[in-house]
């Protein structure tokens, strides 16, 4: 399969500088872009079917339209590139980040000009500290070579980009709490509309985009629309990263064509489940979205598919379970993240996740009864989508509900028995 | 207008707002906590769900949040659905997962939100069987009380503090179920509209602790409404008593005043009612002292005194009512009768009157203050001044960003994206002082200066808006391009607004903020002049007319006076002791009547002790020239009675026949609208004590007032009869129909099902409009069509001092600076000591530090203060607080040399 | 008071945002990597410099995970407690180094050496278990293995 996200990357994942970078290929988008008008920048992003990596795959060259152009647009405007990457079981944009940066500089040099953006923010997890070394080397590399600045290659365009390493919150990772975080304020996302496009990072037309999606744009531009759709197996554009974790003979994270089914992400590259372990369930996409069970395993892992089975495509990375591990632990483990990352604004999410926390905990600790479950159903209900103010805790309760689908005598047993099955003591 | 569907039911709303205020406005039962009227929405507590359809073939719906949702035409949206039913009964259940549900022991039970809105959602059981979290409460001060365990993380605390009222010293710390809400440390809440928390938190975490102190529940509170007497804005108040004392005050909304807050002062002052310095008995010297005297006695020996009428003059007062002043006047003669103001407020006043009348400006209420979008401040720390006023200011710098939002069709309402969009943005508002102001942080740019030159920038101003206006001559470059800059802020406004004052006895700063206005007025624009007063009927006592005090010093030493009849009045808050004292020695007989004891006590032969604004009722002209009635809470005890009262009692006993027709209230607020012209709309103020509500009076006690037949036991076992009001239609008891009172007679806001201070939604017109049948008070001040007055011409000059004089200006503080309010303790604890202010650098050139002691001497008398440190203070000039000091020589501004003690 | 190192790399950041409220984070950052946390002290100072009341800075503090407003050990483990290592053996590696360091999560060794911190997913889910000591990720943890890791930070 051709490489495309991952052409660059060195066996022992130190990032070309930018002179290698070119050398290998890299930054001929810029010039490419920078001869056209933004306008066309945008429209073949849009016919390549780009969607959103970051989880909710909105088509990207569509959400940069919305975005004010022309001699009467406010001013600067921003670009922001979503590296936080705090979601459980995800690992993909961490590889992009240490071994491509460029790639994403790169990327966004074309997105920002598409949207006549004036700042670009790489907005960085702070544990990240590999990747912000490596990024903010490679963005003084990019300055020097001209491709960052005032006026980019003689183009009149001037694009400055920061690197902003995070303190530290999964509601970074949700776009408008990102804005806020880079505005030095709590990350408690923002009202919708207006969108980011509209009114964002200090009040000014701002896009949010994905790592992953950013990297694509350069190999976009480079081999146009239809090779880039001609990519996947499936009806949704490009390659992807997918991950797999968990008890499987071969944990990792590979490129492959967008569509590429559970089972030979499961069987053949990571290698099928752990000697003497049975798979029981997994979630496609991160730990915000649903499980997945055996009657599943052909879904393709594309965004209508993984949608079709009941679970969302998400980061693409999912998490596997296997049957000497315990779904009320793991679940139990999950909302204890959500409730922990809640930023505490609106309350289903607040109270919802934190009262599940501790019904989960205490049927894993022997302690649950039958009417737990009923409460856990009506958290799932409570944190269901525009019921709270950000997709953050419906996200969360993904994995609950649908746990309590397909796993739910796994809690009664924990209930009845007042242990879990899974614990030796 | 818009069409609406609830519930399958069609109605007409006001277009632009959220579908929560359209069905609040149409009395529906929506339950909330994030939002408020004041503070907009933000989608935080997700209580005010409701299903919305997309039409009438969409049966499923979904659920929205009314507060964020437009009621756009042809919404169809279901309260009753029983999923939205649902979704909103668990809302309450995740608000109370950690709530101690200790409502027995809290202050806020009977009147909180939180109730109101468990009950209306139903929750009645909470299935949570875990420990809930619980926090540490934090010393806020001595007004406010924290309970933190009771927070529901509705952030309505945080909004309103930070982003409405302008404080920093507050926030919401950490984050997921574990938000808390205070400050970085324990220490007293800095903003001086902190009190506002107690009414906008729903629940019991931030309450009275004044109230604390003497608590009664709310139904068990007989309540009065009232208006505030602690600066010249009238706020609407609600005061509450139980058992003979004053419990507390809360907010009485007014829509065109007020609207849903009050200032610390306003809030916390009443104190001064229970306080020690009460008098409560008619005293008479005896033996150089004041004895107890019965009141029978007393009004035998002031029928004595008023042998001579022509020898007794009578000093009213501004923060006497208009009938207790009028009452006076009628007792010594129109031409006896002088308004108690010192000779520089007497005249400040009647500029400001005049100004007022003749127009072209118009003095604008609170609420069209908020609206201004564009202001020019001349002299006046108004938050230190005219406190309400200054929160109405910080909502006007955000008018003109706000269209940015407009542009963008982003509501107004939509709190949070109206401000992300607006940044730091505000203005234009402008501050010319001597000193730094709590606005400045909101100010587009500051001057600093002494008074003649912020009045001379005034009249550059005026100047830069209409050439035909009078220039000075003398300004620098920089007062030059600023005034060009203030100009044109303004004339580009479509709202400008001028404040200022009498704070600095400055005529030429009045004069030039009416240049201003009268300059915008020929630029074609229709101005606003706010002018603050002093006291809360500095107004109102002025349009009564007669001389001021000096004149009344004069009378007495010129012989043609040696009896004088003073009205709750200290004269040594308004004049030198020096020439006080002088005065009283050179009258014979001192009467007095005041309700606290004062400097002035002191020197009087007989003293009547005056009921409070708690105990009586009357009519106070605010600043912005409304005339507003407050009315009894409770009966006066023992010999306590309203001035008026004592007034008429006195004539009655020296013989004047025309007295006995002043039985009750309408019938002395007939006399002063018969009898002064400028007044005769007064009467509409408010209804006359015959209105009846559905036949009945109307209670001032909650329908659940409790103990009314045991609360005097100890006392007499026979129930008494509730005292009589013959001056109002409200009545001493919890007697009578549930219906809505015109506005000035709403005792307090009670709803069925709406406990709290929030039932206010069901006595306005819409919400945060006005209230039903009109908001309360009559506006006696509008601006005649008649050609307006020639523009003042300014002084030459400035003034200046001799070398090595420093011009000693006055400093006000919200807390203590006011003469009534400093006697509540918790306002007390909170007043500076004495101090004289200098610019840092200016203490640099004298060689002195923070607290050094120095010595001012001003015409005969000096003083020694410790120096406070004012960074930012104009150079040059030493600030004294206001109203805490003694007055010296003939006031401030005065030029005194300063040195090392 | 902030050093002049401090001073000059929060200025720095200062140029990268139009608001110096913005730098809040940042500048917080810079003030912890040196001091390894943020005292109510440091915090006032920053305030201070970015105009900002110390309330305000204390609320954005207290929000953020990796801003520390207690004190720490010489060296911070951060132990990944999130899904994937709790799959792969999240209980067994916390258990050891409690153990191991005689400490419970959320403590600092009565030496002053380690303190011990959960921390969300460390996006090295594929090497799971995990854990990050100061500004170095150690992955496919072994209690073995741990052993030898806490011998590098002395
Ligand atoms: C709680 C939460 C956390 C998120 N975290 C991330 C993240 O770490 N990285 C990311 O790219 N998107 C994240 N998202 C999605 C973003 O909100 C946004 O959709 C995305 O950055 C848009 O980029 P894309 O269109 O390129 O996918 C998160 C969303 C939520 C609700
Ligand atoms: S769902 Fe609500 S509380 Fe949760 S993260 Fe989003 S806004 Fe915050
Ligand atoms: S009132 Fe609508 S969400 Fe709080």
């Known amino acids: ?425 | 207008m818009t069409k609406i569907f609830v519930d399958g039911k069609a109605y007409e709303v006001k277009a632009d707002q959220s579908l929560l205020q359209a069905c609040l406005s149409l009395g529906l039962n929506l339950p909330y906590f994030c939002w408020h009227p004041a503070l907009g929405s933000v989608g935080a507590c997700r209580q005010c769900a409701v299903k919305q359809f997309r039409d009438e073939k969409d049966t499923r719906g979904r659920l929205v949040m009314s507060c964020m949702t437009p009621a756009a035409d042809g919404t169809r949206i279901s309260i009753e659905d029983a999923e939205a039913a649902a979704f909103r009964k668990g809302i309450i259940e995740g608000l109370m997962l950690n709530h101690p549900h200790d409502c027995p022991v809290c202050d806020e039970g009977g009147e909180c939100h939180l109730q109101d809105m468990t009950v209306m959602t139903g929750h009645d059981y909470r299935r949570t069987r875990f420990p809930k979290r619980t926090f540490h409460n934090q010393y806020l001060g001595p007004l406010i009380n924290h309970e933190m365990n009771r927070c529901i993380q509705c952030y309505r605390c945080v909004r309103y503090y930070r982003e409405y009222a302008g404080g920093h010293d507050f926030d919401a710390f950490s984050s997921r179920s574990q938000v808390y809400f205070g400050r970085y440390q324990d220490g007293v809440l800095e903003n001086e509209f902190a009190g506002n928390l107690v009414e906008i938190c729903p629940t019991g975490v931030f309450t009275d602790k004044t109230l604390k102190r003497h608590y009664t529940r709310k139904w068990d509170l007989q309540f009065g409404p009232s208006v505030c007497v602690h600066c010249g804005l009238g706020c609407n108040i609600s005061a509450g008593e139980r058992y003979g004392t004053l419990r507390r005050i809360v907010n009485r909304y007014n829509g065109e005043v007020n609207g849903y807050f009050l200032c610390d002062r306003g809030r916390f002052g009443y104190e001064f009612v229970n306080s020690a310095e009460r008098l409560k008995q008619p005293l008479q010297r005896q033996d150089g002292k004041l004895q107890p005297i019965s009141k029978a006695r007393a009004l035998e020996a002031l029928a004595g005194l008023l042998a001579d009428p022509k020898k007794v003059i009578g000093i009213g007062s501004p923060r006497a009512s208009l009938e207790a002043n009028y009452a006076l006047r009628a007792l010594v003669g129109a031409d006896r009768f002088y308004t108690g103001l010192s000779a520089s407020a007497a005249r400040l006043t009647a500029v400001a009157l005049e100004m007022l009348r003749r127009g072209p400006a118009r003095t604008p209420s609170l609420g069209e203050i908020e609206r201004a979008d564009a202001v020019l401040i001349l002299g006046e720390d108004v938050t230190n001044v005219a406190p309400r006023m200054a929160l109405a200011l910080r909502q006007s710098v955000r008018q003109q960003p706000m269209r940015k939002a407009d542009q963008l069709k982003i509501p107004r309402w939509l709190d949070h994206p109206v401000r992300e969009l607006a940044q730091d943005q505000k203005g234009p508002l402008y501050i010319a002082t001597p000193a730094a102001t709590r606005l400045d942080d909101v100010a587009t740019e500051t001057y600093r200066a002494a008074p003649d030159k912020i009045a001379r920038l005034g009249y550059a101003v005026a100047h830069a808006l209409d050439a035909g206006a009078p220039d000075v001559a003398g300004l620098s470059e920089a007062e030059r391009s600023l005034a060009a800059r203030i100009a044109e802020a303004l004339k580009s406004a479509e709202r400008p607004l001028v404040v200022s004052g009498p704070s600095l006895n400055s005529e030429a700063i009045l004069q030039a903020a009416a240049n201003v206005a009268r300059a915008l007025s020929a630029a074609g624009r229709a101005p606003s002049l706010s002018l603050t007063a002093p006291e809360c009927n500095t107004l109102g006592v002025t349009m009564i007319g007669g001389g001021s005090l000096a004149d009344a010093f004069q009378a007495v030493k010129s012989g043609s006076a040696d009896t004088v009849i003073i009205l709750e009045n200290d004269l040594y808050r308004r004049a030198s002791a020096r020439a006080v004292d002088e005065f009283f020695s050179s009258a014979r007989h001192i009467v007095l009547l005041d309700s606290v004891t004062t400097p002035t006590v002191q020197k009087a032969e007989l003293v009547l002790p005056a009921a409070t604004f708690a105990e009586s009722d009357g009519t106070l002209v605010s600043s912005e020239g409304r005339a507003q009635r407050f009315f009894e809470v409770y009966p006066p005890v023992g010999e306590i009675q309203s001035s008026w009262r004592w007034l008429r009692d006195i004539m009655m006993a020296a013989g004047r026949r025309e007295a006995a027709a002043w039985q009750d209230l309408d019938a002395v607020v007939a006399s002063v609208s018969d009898g002064i012209p400028a007044l005769a709309a007064v009467a509409q103020a408010a209804p006359s004590a015959s209105f009846r509500l559905a036949g009945a009076k109307i209670p001032r006690e909650p329908h659940r007032y409790s103990g009314r037949t045991a609360m005097l036991a100890n006392i007499n076992v026979s129930e008494p009869k509730p005292p009589e009001d013959s001056d109002s239609s409200l009545a001493f008891s919890m007697e009578g129909v549930f219906a809505q009172p015109p506005a000035s007679l709403i005792p307090f806001f009670w709803s069925p099902g709406w406990n709290s201070i929030q039932s206010v939604n069901k006595f306005q017109e819409e919400i945060a409009g006005p209230l039903r049948g009109g908001d309360p008070g009559v506006r006696l001040l509008e601006p005649s069509a008649a050609e307006p007055r020639a523009y003042f011409t300014p002084a030459s000059e400035p003034t200046s001092g001799s070398a090595g004089e420093w011009l000693l200006v006055p400093l006000y503080h919200i807390f203590g600076s006011e003469e009534l309010s400093r006697l509540a303790p918790g306002i007390a604890e909170l007043s500076p000591q004495p101090y004289v202010a200098l610019n840092p650098e200016d203490a640099n050139a004298l060689g002195v530090q923070e607290e050094t002691s120095v010595t001012l001497s001003l015409e005969s008398v000096s003083r020694t203060l410790p120096v406070k440190l004012m960074p930012g203070l104009a150079r040059g000039l030493a600030g004294l607080p206001a109203g805490i000091l003694p007055i010296e020589g003939s006031g401030l501004p005065a030029w005194s040399r300063i040195s090392r003690a | 008071m902030l050093s002049p190192e401090e001073r000059h790399e929060i200025e720095e950041e200062l140029e990268r945002y139009p608001t110096k409220r913005a730098v809040s984070i940042d500048a917080l950052r810079i003030v912890q990597r040196r001091r390894g946390w943020v005292s109510d002290e440091a915090l006032r100072d920053v305030a201070e410099l970015l105009e900002v009341s110390v309330d305000e800075m204390d609320s954005v503090a207290t929000f953020y995970n990796l801003i520390f407003r207690k004190p720490v050990g010489r060296h911070v483990i951060m132990v990944c407690d999130s899904v994937s290592c709790w799959i792969m053996g999240y209980d067994r590696i916390r258990e050891h180094l409690t153990k191991r360091l005689g400490i419970q999560l959320g403590e600092t060794t009565p030496d002053g050496r380690f303190t011990l911190l959960p921390i969300v997913c460390l996006g090295t889910c594929d090497h799971a278990p995990a854990m990050m000591v100061d500004q170095h990720l150690h992955r496919d943890l072994s209690p073995e293995k741990i052993d030898g890791i806490l011998a590098e930070y002395p």
């Open chain 1, 1 to 425: 399969m051709e490489k495309v996200l991952t052409r660059y990357i060195q066996p022992d994942g130190v990032p070309l500088d930018a002179r290698a970078y070119e050398q290998a290929g890299g930054y001929q988008s810029v010039p490419k872009a920078l001869k056209m008008a933004p306008k066309e920048v945008t429209e073949i992003v849009k016919q390549s079917n780009l969607r959103g990596r970051g989880g909710a795959g909105f088509p990207t060259g569509m959400k940069w339209t919305f975005v004010p152009t022309g001699p009467n647009a406010p001013h600067p405007k921003y670009l922001c590139a979503n590296a936080d990457e705090m979601e459980p079981g995800t690992f993909k944009d961490r590889l992009l980040l240490e071994s491509a940066p460029h790639q994403l500089i790169e990327g966004m040099i074309v997105a920002a000009y598409a949207i006549e953006a004036d700042v670009a923010y790489i907005f960085v997890r702070g544990e990240y500290v590999l990747a912000i070394e490596r990024l903010q080397k490679a963005v003084a590399e990019a300055y020097n070579a001209g491709y960052l600045g005032q006026n980019i290659l003689g183009s009149g365009f001037s694009l400055q980009m920061y690197v902003h390493a995070s303190g530290g919150r999964y509601m970074c990772g949700e776009e408008t709490g990102l804005l806020n975080a880079l505005e030095g304020k709590r990350a408690n996302p923002r009202t919708k509309p207006p969108f980011p496009q509209v009114s964002g990072l200090f009040g000014k037309p701002t896009i949010v985009q994905n790592v992953e999606t950013l990297s694509n744009l350069p190999h976009i531009l480079n081999h146009g629309p239809e090779w880039f759709k001609g990519l996947s197996k499936s009806e949704d554009a490009g390659t992807k990263l997918y991950g797999v974790s968990g008890k499987v003979k071969r944990p990792g994270l590979w490129e492959l064509p967008m569509g590429t089914t559970i089972r030979e992400l499961l069987e053949e590259h990571a290698g099928g489940m752990q000697e003497g372990l049975a798979f029981r369930g997994v979630l496609p996409g991160g730990a915000s979205t649903d499980f997945l069970t055996a009657q599943h395993l052909d879904v393709k892992m594309d965004f209508g598919g993984v949608q079709k089975a009941g679970s969302r495509l998400g980061t693409g990375t999912m998490i596997v379970l296997d049957d000497r591990t315990c779904p009320v632990g793991m679940v139990r483990n999950l909302e204890h993240f959500f409730a922990q990352e809640s930023c505490g604004w609106c309350t289903p999410c607040w109270s919802g996740l934190s009262w599940a926390e501790q019904i989960l905990t205490s049927i894993e600790e022997g302690r649950g009864r039958p009417e737990d479950l009923e409460e856990l159903e009506f958290i799932c209900k409570f944190c269901a989508p525009g019921n709270t103010f950000c997709a953050l805790a419906p996200g969360a309760v993904e994995p609950l509900q649908s746990a309590l689908k397909y796993f739910r005598e796994d809690f009664e047993r924990h209930i009845l028995a007042q242990h879990c099955p899974w614990r030796t003591h």
